[in-house]
């Protein structure tokens, strides 16, 4: 057991079936093999997101949620850069978009990247990538893989040990 912090990145939040997946199957599943894993859809406070959501549509309302968005993004670049690695959720027709900027992201600043894709659909730019070819590049060269089971995301971790913490 590694203890090494993971940041969840992913659309999961976005429906109360992945929100279920997400917080009955893979953050249970990542903890017990030992990762302190990080959620970002928990680290913004819902009562905050209801304060916006309850003001009437107009100028006060989008200046709210700008504000807001640039609170979440801050704080979900400051949990990436605090982890040593990523797992990706890449469920869809396509990687949501915020995926991919935390892999890109990520990426850059020398993390593990470990993709999940539980999705059977055909996503890739080609037959030649699962996803993306730019997404699935930073994952690979990231020294991480894509899962195609939730299951296997823990060879896809162990190289944490490793690494020393996931630092390049």
Same mark, same amino acid.
């Given at each position: 057991m590694?203890?090494?912090?993971i940041?969840?990145?992913?659309?999961?939040?976005?429906?109360e079936?992945?929100?279920?997946?997400?917080?009955?199957?893979?953050?249970?599943?990542?903890?017990g093999l030992g990762?302190?894993v990080?959620?970002?859809?928990s680290l913004?406070?819902p009562?905050a997101? @209801?304060?916006?959501?309850?003001l009437?549509?107009?100028?006060?309302r989008?200046?709210?949620?700008q504000?807001?968005?640039r609170q979440?993004?801050?704080?979900?670049?400051?949990?990436i850069? @605090?982890?040593?690695?990523v797992?990706a959720?890449?469920?869809?027709?396509?990687?949501d978009?915020?995926?991919?900027a935390e892999?890109?992201?990520?990426?850059?600043?020398?993390?593990?990247?470990?993709g999940?894709?539980?999705d059977?659909?055909?996503?890739g730019?080609?037959?030649?990538?699962?996803?993306n070819?730019?997404? @699935?590049?930073?994952?690979t060269?990231?020294?991480g893989?894509i899962?195609?089971?939730?299951?296997d995301l823990?060879?896809g971790?162990a190289?944490l040990d490793?690494?020393?913490?996931g630092v390049r």
């Open positions: 590694t203890g090494a912090r940041y969840m990145a992913g659309p999961l939040g976005f429906s079936a992945g929100r279920h997946f997400s917080r009955t199957v893979l953050i249970p599943f990542l903890s990762y302190d990080v959620d970002p859809w913004t406070d009562k997101v @209801e304060a916006v959501q309850q009437p549509e107009g100028r006060e989008r200046e709210a949620w504000r807001l968005n979440i993004g801050a704080t979900n670049r400051s949990a850069d @605090e982890a040593q690695g797992v959720v890449l469920d869809g027709t396509d990687v978009s915020g995926t991919a892999i890109g992201y990520a990426f850059a600043r020398g993390k593990l990247i470990v999940y894709r539980g059977g659909r055909l996503c730019d080609n037959e030649g990538s699962a996803v070819l730019q997404v @699935e590049y930073f994952i060269e990231s020294g893989t899962a195609s089971r939730y299951e823990k060879a971790l190289s490793q690494r020393g913490g």
